[in-house]
Structure formats: C-alpha cells, structure tokens
C-alpha cells in the first residue's frame, strides 16, 4: 500500500513564503504525474500545480509567479513553494500522486490528507 504524507502548512502574513512537502511511501515502482491541489471554504477543488516525471510543470494562472513546484525522484518527494502568499491562497492544500506499486501494474491514483495554509494579517 501507498501513502502521501504531507507538511508544511501554517499560518502567514501576506507577503510571506511557505513550503509544503508531501512524501509517499510504501511499494513503489514508479511516480508519474505529481499534483498540487487547494480547497477553501465553499469552494471547489482547484488544481494549483502539477509535474510531470520529466519535470515539465504548469501552474494555476492565479499562481503563476508565485508557486513554484519540484520533485525529488530518490525521495519519492514533490515540493511546493509559495511566495508573496495573499489572503486569497488560504486553502487545505492537497497532494496527489499517480503511482506504478509494481512493474506491470497499472498507474494508481493516491492523496494526500491535506495541509491547512492560512493567510492573514
């Protein structure tokens, strides 16, 4: 079995920077696509931003400039930095990771349990 955990997440002036890991752990072969997600109160799921295993990324126009995505391969790790947060950015943000467990396997969707990132004043 497979399991994303995530940190990083608290409370920040605007203006101010974090940055969020999520690892996964457990049988795996291989990671595809790494995906940042965020939902706040009353509002949809939104893709904020995603790497590909060749390190290809794109990125929410609300974050682009902001956000910056990367990924440790040997770590089975993605990272997102966040600067010049606004009070708009305060989300649980989620991981998401498609994974091989086994050679021969199919790709198979994981989450993580979500980080709070709060900003405000």
């Known amino acids: 079995q497979v399991q994303l955990v995530e940190s990083g997440g608290g409370v920040v002036q605007p203006g101010g920077s974090l940055r969020l890991s999520c690892a996964a752990s457990g049988t795996i072969f291989s990671i595809n696509a790494m995906v940042w997600y965020r939902q706040a109160p009353g509002k949809q799921r939104e893709l904020v931003a995603t790497i590909a295993s060749g390190g290809s990324t794109d990125y929410a126009d609300s974050v682009k400039g902001r956000f910056t995505i990367s990924r440790d391969n040997a770590k089975h790790t993605a990272y997102l930095q966040m600067d010049n947060l606004k009070p708009e950015d305060t989300a649980v943000y989620y991981c998401?990771?498609?994974?091989?467990?086994?050679?021969?396997?199919?790709?198979?969707?994981?989450w993580g349990q979500g980080t709070q990132v709060t900003v405000s004043s």
């Open positions: 998401n990771f498609i994974i091989k467990g086994t050679m021969g396997w199919g790709w198979e969707s994981y």
